[in-house]
C-alpha cells in the first residue's frame, strides 16, 4: 500500500527532544512525498479531531525548540477519557472509537506516536484494534528496558547535574547539608546518574531503600572526616526500608496517578531534628524538562524521527525505535512496555559510586572494597 499521509502526536509529559522528533518525522515524510498531520495535545487531539498540517515551514527551526509545537497531555486517555464534557474523573469513557473515526475520516495510513510507558501503553491497544502505528520513546526518567536511551533523558540530566555543581559553593560555604530532589518516578537513573557526575554525597533512589539511621551514619562518617558539609541526591520517587515514599497528590485518569514529591523536604526535617545541623532543599521539578535539548537528545531525536517513517515506509508498524548501542533499531511495542528499566543496586554503576565514597542511605548495601 503506498503511504499518502500520516499523523504524529506527542503525548505524555514534555521534554527536550520532542520538536526534533517531530521535525525528523515531518521532513523524512515530505521529502518521500507524504502528508504530515500533527495531532495536537497527544490522544486528545485524535479525540476531538484537532491537528495541524505540518510542511517545511512549519518544522523550520524548531530542532533546538523544547517543548512541543503539537502540545500534549497526561490526561487525555482515550479508554479512560476523564476531560469534560465527554468524562469527568468521577465517570470516565472509553471514547477510542473517537480515535478510530478520527484516522479514518483523514484517510492517516499511519501514525507516529511520541510518548513514555503511558503513550506506548495506549498506543499497544490501538495497535490491537488494527491502527498502523510506530512509536517513538520519549521520558526524561530512562526507565523504558527495550532502549539503551530515550530521548530528553540527557538533558533532564544536564540540568540535574549542573544543580549538584552549583549548589557545591553554598553547600560548603554555609556548611549545610544540601538536599536536591530530581524526577524519574520509580527509576533512579537521574539522581544516580547526577550524583555521580556531581560528586555526590549521598544518593536516595527507588531501588536501594534507605534507612534515616544509614543517612545520618553517613553524614557523621564525614563530618569525622573533617568534612563540614554534605550533598544528597534523592530521587522523587526514593522509599525507605518501610516501603514508603513522598506522595504529593494523587491525579484521577492520569496515565501515573500518583505524583510523587516532597522526599527532600521529609528528609531535611529528619537530619535537622537529629543532628541540629541546617538543610537547605532543592527542588529540580519541571526545570528538567524545559530548555534546548542537548547534542546527544537532539542526534538521538532525529534519527528516531527519521527511522519512525522508514519503519511506515517498510510496512513495519506495530514496532517501537530503540537504541541498541549506537544502532537504531525496532522492537515490538508489546515488549518495549513490558518491563521497566530500573537501576541494578548489584550494578557497576552502584559498585563506582560506592567505590568513590557515595553512599546510599542503606546499611544493606556498602563498603568501597571487595564489593
Known amino acids: 500500500m503506498k503511504v499518502r499521509r500520516i499523523g504524529v502526536l506527542t503525548a505524555g509529559g514534555d521534554c527536550p527532544g520532542l520538536n526534533a522528533v517531530v521535525r525528523g518525522v515531518a521532513k523524512h515524510a515530505l521529502n518521500c512525498g507524504i502528508e504530515v498531520l500533527g495531532f495536537k495535545n497527544g490522544f486528545d487531539g485524535l479525540v476531538k479531531n484537532q491537528f495541524m498540517e505540518l510542511d517545511s515551514k512549519t518544522v523550520s527551526g524548531i530542532l533546538t525548540r523544547g517543548g512541543t509545537i503539537l502540545g500534549t497531555s497526561n490526561l487525555a486517555n482515550p479508554f479512560n477519557y476523564t476531560l469534560a464534557p465527554m468524562g469527568s474523573p468521577e465517570e470516565p469513557k472509553d471514547v477510542s472509537s473517537l480515535v478510530l473515526h478520527t484516522i479514518k475520516t483523514n484517510k492517516i495510513d499511519a501514525l507516529v506516536t511520541i510518548g513514555g510507558d503511558g503513550t506506548l501503553s495506549m498506543s499497544q491497544k490501538f495497535i490491537e484494534m488494527g491502527v498502523p502505528i510506530v512509536g517513538v520513546p520519549k521520558t526524561i526518567d530512562n526507565d523504558l528496558s527495550a532502549t539503551d536511551f530515550t530521548f530528553g533523558f540527557d538533558s533532564a540530566l544536564s540540568v540535574a547535574t549542573d544543580a549538584v555543581d552549583r549548589i557545591h559553593t553554598t553547600a560548603e560555604s554555609h556548611h549545610r547539608v544540601m538536599i536536591l530532589e530530581t524526577m524519574g518516578r520509580y527509576a533512579g537513573w537521574i539522581a544516580l546518574r547526577s550524583c555521580i557526575a556531581g560528586g555526590g554525597d549521598i544518593c536516595l533512589i527507588p531501588e536501594i531503600p534507605y534507612s534515616d539511621d544509614a543517612i545520618i551514619d553517613a553524614i557523621e562518617d564525614r563530618q569525622r572526616k573533617g ?28 496515565t501515573d496517578p500518583i505524583r510523587l514529591g516532597g522526599i527532600s523536604s521529609k528528609i531535611a526535617a529528619m537530619i535537622e531534628e537529629r543532628l541540629k545541623v541546617e538543610c537547605r532543599v532543592v527542588v529540580l521539578g519541571h526545570l528538567q524538562r524545559g530548555g534546548t535539548p542537548t547534542a546527544f537528545d537532539r542526534w538521538l531525536s532525529t534519527r528516531f524521527g527519521a527511522e519512525a517513517v522508514e519503519l511506515i515506509l517498510q510496512g513495519k508498524t506495530g514496532y517501537m525505535v530503540a537504541l541498541r548501542g549506537t544502532e537504531i533499531i525496532s522492537v515490538p511495542v508489546k515488549d518495549a512496555v513490558s518491563k521497566l528499566k530500573r537501576v541494578d543496586p548489584n550494578g557497576e554503576e552502584v559498585r563506582a559510586a560506592l567505590a568513590v565514597g557515595t553512599s546510599f542511605g542503606s546499611s544493606k548495601i556498602g563498603g568501597a572494597c571487595g564489593i
Open 227 to 254: 568534612k563540614t558539609f554534605s550533598i544528597i541526591v534523592a530521587a522523587e520517587g526514593a522509599v525507605n526500608e518501610q516501603g514508603e515514599m513522598a506522595v504529593k497528590a494523587k491525579i484521577a485518569g492520569s
